[in-house]
């Protein structure tokens, strides 16, 4: 990642759940907000807060269940089809998953 895209990231917390934002230098890439928590309560909130402040949002559900993360994903782009969501499976309980999910983050969203 160059020193222009790092320093336009910004990260949030609030309890368990959390937030990444950034935009990538790669001029065709939309602003990529990524949330812990996001298969319910304050992180699904939160998803549905962003996208009705901007549609043309890329979410990237964090989330450790696919059902569940599946569920909400085709929920949410019913309800704003012009945003893009994505889906990782991580268990931030495990170190293992934490770090899978974290190269294949950096390898879609921060290598191009
Ligand atoms: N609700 C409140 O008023 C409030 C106030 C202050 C602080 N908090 C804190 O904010 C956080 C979220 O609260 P909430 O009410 O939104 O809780 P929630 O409805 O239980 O949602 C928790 C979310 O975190 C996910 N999650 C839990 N353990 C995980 C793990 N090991 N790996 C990946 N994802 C995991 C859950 O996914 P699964 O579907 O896979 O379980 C779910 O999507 C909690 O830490 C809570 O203590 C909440």
């Known amino acids: 990642m160059g020193e222009a895209a790092r320093n336009r990231r910004t990260s949030e917390s609030s309890g368990g759940v959390c937030f990444t934002a950034w935009k990538c230098e790669c001029a065709k890439m939309r602003k990529v907000v990524l949330i812990t928590g996001a298969s319910s309560g304050i992180g699904l909130a939160l998803c549905k807060r962003l996208l009705a402040e ?12 696919m059902s569940k993360a599946e569920a909400v994903c085709a929920a949410l782009l019913a309800s704003h089809p012009t945003a893009e969501v994505t ?20 390898q879609r969203y921060i290598s191009c």
Request: net charge negative.
């Open 54 to 65: 901007d549609d043309e949002l890329h979410l990237c559900l964090a989330c450790r269940n």
């Open 87 to 106: 889906i990782v499976q991580v268990d931030v309980s495990n170190l293992q998953s934490f770090f899978r999910a974290s190269k294949e983050l950096k």
